[in-house]
């Protein structure tokens, strides 16, 4: 009977356990636009990114952090200078709160999240070497965004507003980004 009971009360905490932390890989597709009025022109860019996610579930309430690996590429150019091509890659780590709108039962939810993101530009290329923008490697962003939990996957839209002034030389550069996000949850 003891082996029974314990039996039992594992099943149970496993199963509790399983929906309470939450992990997988996901996949992202970032659309990069420059926000500046110190260029003449500037043009949108898209990119890949990998991740890992980790959520922990609080009945409505749900923490999330990731770790990964984006690019972000865009083009910025001045009167009489010429165009430069910029794609940015690095560690991405992301940190999001988040409340669970529409219960979909066993099935999934739909969520409405904020947060923060980091991204350290370990590889900066140019195409244009005569106008090269000493960028900054650390940008800071704020994210807003809506997802769905379907079974175990995970489909995100999330819009990430710098706040970090890339360009250290007086001119203001920052980015604003339109990502899509899709994760497998193991448990």
Known sequence: MKKFLLAAFLSIG??????????????????????????????????????????????????????????????????????????????DATVIVGFKIIPLGKLGNVRLFAGYNWKNYSDIKTNNNLNFIDFEKNNSSILGGVGVDLWKLTLDYRYLAGVTDLDPSGRKVKTAVSNISLGFKFL
């Open 14 to 91: 496993v199963n509790s356990f399983a929906q309470l932390i939450q992990f997988g890989p996901q996949v992202s597709y970032n659309i990069t636009s420059p926000l500046t009025d110190d260029f003449s022109s500037k043009s949108s860019g898209t990119a890949m990114g990998v991740a890992g996610f980790a959520r922990v579930n609080l009945l409505l309430f749900y923490a999330q952090g990731e770790l990964g690996y984006s690019q972000s590429k865009f083009s910025l150019s001045q009167t009489g200078i010429g165009e430069t091509d910029y794609e940015l890659s690095g560690t």
